[in-house]
């Protein structure tokens, strides 16, 4: 059974850094990309980027393109998402979730990592 | 960019009766068109891809059709646990440029 499990919740100042994880288990882990989809509070999802943990290829949504870095450990299994300086509209869900090789979409998701960034 | 737009924004349905979400995208995405589940204080869950093909586990009252730029998620028979948000999500482009829909929410009458 594929299962992903994310780090958190957290709560950050704005100007901080934060590097949040996402755990796999139960697949192969270098089959599948991992995806990174942003959730505002009482807002829909966005698309942020998606990492291929075989060759580390990411690709970014335009609208996240030098705000967030993606990153992998294959060692461990896990995906990251990161962040050099929080702003207060960073506030949102974050969930990592497997895109199948050759697909769009995204077929497992991880619980959610809850980020809030207040002075 | 392509935008997806969903309608309507809430409906309202009897359990046992038919609920028809709508998702329009601005340019053709093909078939290239995911639907998502989410209930509150949960994570998506994946219902449909490629259009029409349910994802495993998803009840056969789940059924999604359409290509192009007109696509439709329909809950042949509406259960009380089908009470979420459903988003739909096309994925036509690579280099992705992957964009979802504002979501529709579906309310038991």
């Known amino acids: 059974e594929v299962q992903l499990d994310q780090s958190g919740p957290y709560v950050k100042k704005p100007g901080e850094s934060l590097k949040i994880s996402c755990k796999s288990s139960?697949?192969?882990?270098?089959?599948?990309?991992i995806g990174w989809v942003r959730q505002m509070p009482g807002k829909g999802l966005e698309w942020m980027g998606i990492?291929?943990?075989?060759?580390?290829?990411?690709r970014y949504s335009p609208s996240f393109q030098g705000q967030v870095t993606i990153s992998v450990d294959r060692s461990i299994n896990t995906a990251y998402l990161q962040w050099s300086s929080l702003k207060a509209s960073d506030t949102a869900i974050y969930y990592c979730a497997t895109r199948p090789r050759g697909w769009g979409y995204f077929d497992n998701w991880g619980q959610g990592t809850r980020v809030t960034v207040s002075s | 960019e392509i935008v997806m737009t969903q309608s309507p924004a809430t409906l309202s349905v009897s359990p046992g009766e038919r609920a028809t979400l709508s998702c329009g995208a601005s340019?053709?995405?093909?078939?290239?068109l995911a639907w998502y589940q989410q209930k509150p204080g949960q994570a998506p869950r994946l219902l449909i891809s490629?259009?029409?093909k349910r994802a495993t586990g998803i009840p056969a009252r789940f059924s999604g059709s359409g290509s192009g730029t007109e696509f439709t998620l329909t809950i042949s028979s509406l259960q009380s646990e089908d009470s979420a948000v459903y988003y739909c999500q096309q994925y036509y482009q690579w280099p992705p440029a992957w964009t979802f829909g504002q979501g529709t929410k579906v309310e038991i009458k």
């Open positions: 139960g697949y192969i882990y270098t089959s599948y990309w």
């Open positions: 340019q053709s995405a093909g078939t290239n």
């Open positions: 490629g259009a029409s």
């Open positions: 990492i291929y943990p075989e060759d580390f290829d990411t």
